[in-house]
């Protein structure tokens, strides 16, 4: 048998674990119970821990020592504003054709609807030379009731 299991009285073997094994005892009944039970031996090594975390919190102090100074380094040194030249005057923009953004655009929309309204609740003229006129939507309707709708009759063309 090999170093790394250790045979029982049964001739059941269990694997070892770093050193350690478990060896099951039999009482006169033929039940097994641990009668010797050992605990892992190899603990996690600490020092390396320590030691990584130490390192870590020491490159985090330098970067940001390292970076304050860079920082401060290109800072100017002088507290007088930097003369600079005026930017250069530049040709007025054309804008182009509308329809361009409205300030507020709710009171175009206010004014729309109340010139369309005015429209449909009034009469005038479409086209006086031809005689086309409009009348108030209401009274459309009750035309459209009275005589019914007309279909026009398609002209023949030459």
Do not use: C
């Amino acid at each position: 048998m090999s170093g790394s299991s250790q045979p029982t009285t049964s001739g059941v073997q269990y694997p070892s674990d770093h050193g350690t094994s478990v060896t099951p005892a039999h009482d006169g009944a033929g039940q097994g119970h641990a009668a010797a039970v050992q605990h892992e031996t190899l603990d996690a090594r600490t020092r390396p821990l320590v030691v990584s975390g130490f390192v870590l919190i020491v490159l985090t102090a330098f970067t940001f020592v390292l970076i304050w100074v860079v920082f401060f380094a290109f800072a100017p040194q002088n507290s007088e504003p930097v003369n600079m030249r005026p930017l250069p005057t530049v040709a007025p923009v054309n804008l182009p054709p509308g329809p361009l953004l409205q300030a507020n655009p709710d009171q175009k929309v206010d004014v729309t609807l109340s010139e369309q309204r005015e429209i449909l609740e009034s009469y005038g003229w479409i086209n006086e030379r031809e005689g086309i006129i409009h009348i108030p939507i209401d009274r459309a309707k009750d035309l459209i009731v009275e005589r019914g709708l007309t279909t026009p009759t398609p002209t023949p063309s030459e």
